[in-house]
Structures are given as C-alpha cells and as structure tokens.
C-alpha cells in the first residue's frame, strides 16, 4: 500500500528566505504527484501537478521537482512571503487507480 | 471560474440522525471523491464514483453511504450520526485518468466541518 511522508511536519522561517519541503513515497509507480495548499479550516487549492514522465514544475515563486524512481519530490519555495503561511500537501496518484495518497503536510509559517 | 461547491461549510447534527452533505461541480468531470481530514490522520478517502449510479469504497467507507445520481452530484450520506464522524469533510472532481491534461489534476471543494453531539 502506498505510503506519503512529508518532512518537516511544521516550518518556521523569517519572510524572504527560500525554502524546501520534502515529501517522499514508498511505490514508485505513481501516475502523478500533486502539491496543495491549504490555508486554516478551508479546502485544499491545487499548486502544481507533475505528471510521472516529468522531472519538474514552475508556478510563479513555486517549483517542484519528481524523482520517481529514488520516491522522491520537493517543493521549493523562492522569496518567502507572510502570504505563503499555510499547510502544505503533497498527494500521489498511483498507476492503477484515479485515487490519490496524501501526505499528513507541512504547516509553514513566514513570519514578517 | 470552474467550481466543486459542497453546500454547508458548517453542520452541527445530533448523534443517530441521517445526514447528508451534497456536493456539485460544475467541469462535467466524471470522477467525484469523499474524504474526510482529521488531525494527525491527514486526509483518508471514503468513497469514489467514476461515472453516474457508480461508486467504489475508499479506504474508510465504515458508517457511511454515496449517491450519484447525476454526473455533477455526489453525495456522501452519514446513515446514523456518530460523535468519532465529527471531521472536517472535502469533497473533490478530477478528470479520468488519460484526460487528465489540466495543469491542477483534482479541484477540492471548501469543506464541510460536521460536528456530532
């Protein structure tokens, strides 16, 4: 059975800095790998996708990168903002299913 | 703006009544998700439907039932309240898998927090 880890389960860091949150995956035969944010008691808003073929995605200050055979993705975070505080989601999708596994997230606080 | 809208962000219901928490999107997208999301538990699936009248158990489908009827509604049926299904529940959308061309793959809904009592 899948399994979704992310590390570190909480962040704190002074706005400006760039950052890395980890997530890796015990199956490598995902389909895809999603990244979500989810701000305090609201739902989950969809950050980048990477299909299993990819390596890697950009939005705006946003990357996140696939290494599907090590079980690996990272999200890296450039010029962090207060506005970036939130809890982030890393989900996979695996080959066999339209389901996805998430991770337990990473609560990030930029403070300013 | 492309939408899944589930309808009440807050329940409060009594333990052993029926409940329903309806959810609707608006991308003709035909697979529709049940979680529920707890602390420390993370997000946990509990039902899926692929296509109208269709429905699969995800991995927690103990003490509740789905409905589709319609390819834009599904609906997650709690048949007798219990306080361990107070949660916060997130409904989702998502094009089959070999269409999923969109850059944002699943599109969530706002959540519904249910509290039992």
């Known amino acids: 059975k899948q399994e979704v880890t992310q590390i570190p389960a909480a962040l704190s860091v002074p706005e400006g800095e760039n950052l890395v949150l980890n997530c890796s995956f015990t199956d490598s035969a995902i389909y895809n790998l999603q990244w979500f944010r989810q701000d305090p008691g609201k739902g989950l808003t969809s950050l980048l996708l990477?299909?299993?073929?990819?390596r890697e995605q950009t939005s705006g200050r946003l990357n996140a990168s696939l290494d599907k055979s090590s079980g690996r993705s990272t999200l890296y975070i450039a010029a962090s903002q207060p506005g970036d505080s939130a809890t982030y989601l890393c989900a996979v999708q695996n080959s066999g299913y339209s389901t996805l596994t998430f991770g337990k997230g990473t609560m990030l606080l930029v403070s300013p | 703006d492309v939408k899944v809208t589930q309808s009440s962000r807050y329940l409060v219901k009594r333990t052993g009544e029926k409940v329903f928490l309806e959810c609707v999107q608006d991308m003709d997208h035909e697979n529709m998700f049940w979680y529920r999301q707890d602390p420390g538990l993370g997000l946990r699936l509990i039902y899926f439907?692929?296509?109208?009248?269709?429905?699969e158990k995800g991995d927690i489908p103990e003490g509740y039932s789905v409905s589709r009827e319609k390819k834009e509604r599904f609906s997650l049926i709690l048949e007798s309240a219990s306080t361990n299904q107070t949660s916060m529940y997130l409904c989702?959308?998502?094009?089959?898998?070999?269409?999923?061309?969109?850059?944002?793959?699943?599109?969530f809904g706002s959540g519904t927090r249910l509290t039992v009592v």
């Open positions: 990477i299909q299993s073929s990819q």
């Open positions: 439907s692929y296509d109208v009248k269709m429905k």
């Open positions: 989702a959308s998502s094009l089959p898998r070999g269409r999923t061309g969109t850059l944002y793959g699943y599109t």
